[in-house]
């Protein structure tokens, strides 16, 4: 971390963190692909759900990212008592997490559906498929956090092929459970969870195994002073999920109450989705960033921070602009994987598409200085 070229070393943790990024994503483009062949309700249902998928990922990743961001600073620092006691703390605030959505699946999803839809269908399927995906939703929390552990100790490629292999495990469970067992969107969601909970199976062995981490949960104290460093060191990834996920519900809300109805919400949930994708392959470079800027913060080797930001912006530079130029191209296309017989569908989502795809390129900047300023202690000015 302290030692190693710059560029070589960042593209070393930056891409296996991508792939986990991108295959994370696809998850609920998956499931949606799937149920689309169900019926258009089925596929309007795991849309609506996807705002409050979405804020699950939030919370799991933004707590993530501020034990991430203090973890690796520790070890940059040379403190492996702390560095150990950030990672047994982030375990339990994972848990916690857990517990939390445990009870929301149990109690809010069901007005969550009917505030955005009049479909009592559409709504009850939703229902189905976004409380098994909050109710069971443990091991999508603790997949998220041990990838992180595992991040802030350059160990990147384990947590890509453990999201590579539960990404398969779900687009094999998917037809079984959708269409051989006849569970319709309930299906999509255990596949889902089954799979996020292999994911964590085999991040587990690398998490507790290994000295640069060697934890020990017998010891384990929860401590106010660092839950409070790793809740404001994750809220800048916390709010920049958050945010989209209300923005997407108030979207569907006035699509159906301004004359779009569900077809207005099918195509901005659809456009959700690919913009969410298309961003995630930035957001798993920076968190392949994040552990070398706060190692060598920690270590004050702050040259060694200021060339791999500028690499950074670099690459944030060209992917934006790819991003953004491909979106707007095919954006009918996109759209069109997901409802490719509903022609008002497509015309709304490319549209929209074609809008969010003109601000694209100002990710370059956001992400890089926003993830700098997290990982280096900032967290205020990041949020």
């Known amino acids: 971390m302290g030692t190693m070229e710059i560029n070589p070393l960042l593209v070393k943790l930056s891409v296996p963190m991508m792939i986990s990024m991108l295959v994370q994503a696809l998850y609920n483009v998956v499931d949606s692909i799937f149920v689309a062949r169900v019926s258009e309700n089925a596929l309007t249902a795991v849309s609506l759900a996807f705002s409050l998928q979405n804020m699950m990922f939030a919370v799991g990743i933004g707590t993530g990212v501020g034990v991430n961001a203090l973890l690796s600073k520790s070890l940059g620092e040379k403190n492996q008592y702390r560095a150990n006691k950030t990672a047994e703390n982030g375990l339990f605030l994972a848990l916690c997490s857990y517990l939390v959505f445990l009870v929301l699946g149990l109690t809010v999803v069901r007005p969550y559906f009917y505030a955005q839809t009049a479909d009592a269908d559409i709504a009850e399927q939703g229902i189905r498929y976004l409380t098994i995906c909050c ?109 989209a996920s209300v923005a997407t519900i108030l979207l569907n809300v006035a699509g159906r109450e301004f004359g779009g109805g569900d077809v207005a919400v099918a195509a901005m949930s659809i456009v959700s989705r690919i913009t969410m994708f298309a961003g995630s392959a930035l957001v798993g470079f920076g968190q392949g960033y994040q552990p070398v800027c706060g190692f060598n913060y920690g270590a004050k080797l702050y040259g060694r921070v200021r060339e791999a930001f500028f690499f950074f912006f670099k690459v944030a530079a060209v992917g934006a602009l790819i991003l953004a130029a491909l979106g707007f191209l095919f954006s009918p296309q996109l759209v069109a994987i997901f409802r490719r017989d509903d022609s008002e569908v497509i015309r709304i989502g490319a549209t929209a598409l074609r809008m969010q795809c003109v601000t694209f390129p100002l990710m370059a900047w956001f992400f890089p200085t926003s993830m700098t300023l997290q990982t280096t202690g900032l967290s205020l000015k990041a949020s």
């Not at 956090?145 to 595992?150: D, P, Q, R």
């Not at 299906?187 to 587990?204: D, E, H, K, N, P």
């Not at 949960?217 to 106010?224: C, E, I, K, Q, S």
């Open 135 to 243: 109710v069971l939703s443990l091991g999508m929390f603790m997949q998220v956090m041990n990838e992180k552990l595992l991040a802030a100790t350059s160990r990147t490629t384990l947590s890509m092929i453990s999201q590579l292999v539960g990404a398969i495990v779900n687009i094999i469970l998917d037809p079984i459970f959708i269409f051989v067992l006849d569970m319709d969107t309930g299906g999509a969601a255990l596949a889902t969870i089954l799979s996020q909970f292999l994911s964590f199976c085999l991040l587990v062995g690398g998490t507790f195994h290994g000295d640069n981490l060697p934890l020990s949960l017998r010891a384990f104290r929860p401590t106010v002073e660092r839950y409070s460093k790793i809740i404001s060191g994750g809220l800048p990834s916390f709010w920049r999920q958050a945010l």
